[in-house]
């Protein structure tokens, strides 16, 4: 992991009960590894949120001890930011960030929002984590630099509109996209595609596994795999 101080969310006061609404506890554990950079550790549980932790600070990794790990969301997130969400306000001002690994979690939007989405990151890697039951791209990113995402499950983005992809690169300079189990997609597996005029460059995409793409709302291109 990147980043040398270690903040566990228990110790901010989660309880990762399933029930039990962490939100506030959460937010301070992201305010503490957001000042000082390090691990935010999740212990084996499922924490509940009403709202998106923010990542806005360089060389933080979100660490989790595998599928056990769960963030999930309990009401209905704000438009464009996942459960977990990394280099944008909620103003919806992009800022740059670097370092940043997200590892062994499960991310689950709950059909209330999105699961992962990054913003204009520098050196990222996403490994070993499932995300699920997403509104849109199970993972996103935009404008970033040098992203892996490897080894992934990605499962149920059924989303309302035409939009429901499973791994989404938006603007994206040599992301890496490999070994990952993609399903259950409305629209496309795996894209990279422009972010505006921004194009997606040099991408490395093998070793996935994509299965059960579904049809679109409205008119829109199907594929298993799109660049």
Known sequence: PVGSGWFNVK???????G?????????????????AGGVLYFP?????????????SSDVTVLGCGAASELKASS???????????????????????NIVVKDMTLNGNNLGRCLEMYVVTNGLVEGCTTQDSLRALVAAFSCVNLHV??????NSLATDQFGDGIYMGGCTRPVIAFN???DFTRIGIVTEADSAV?????????????????????????GIWC
């Open 181 to 183: 189990k993609v399903s």
């Open 199 to 223: 194009k997606t460059s040099d991408p490395l995409i093998f070793g996935n596994h994509v299965t059960n793409g579904h049809n679109a709302t409205a008119p829109e291109a199907n594929s």
């Open 76 to 98: 209905a997130l704000q438009v464009g930011y996942g459960v977990l969400t990394v280099g944008i306000t909620t103003g919806a001002v992009r800022t740059p960030v670097s």
């Open 11 to 17: 110790s901010y006061g989660a309880v990762g009960d």
């Open 150 to 155: 490897i080894r992934n499950t990605c499962s």
């Open 19 to 35: 029930s039990t609404n962490d939100t506030t506890a959460l937010a301070n554990s992201v305010a503490a590894v957001n000042a």
């Open 44 to 56: 084996a549980g499922t924490y509940m949120t009403t709202a998106a932790l923010v990542i806005l």
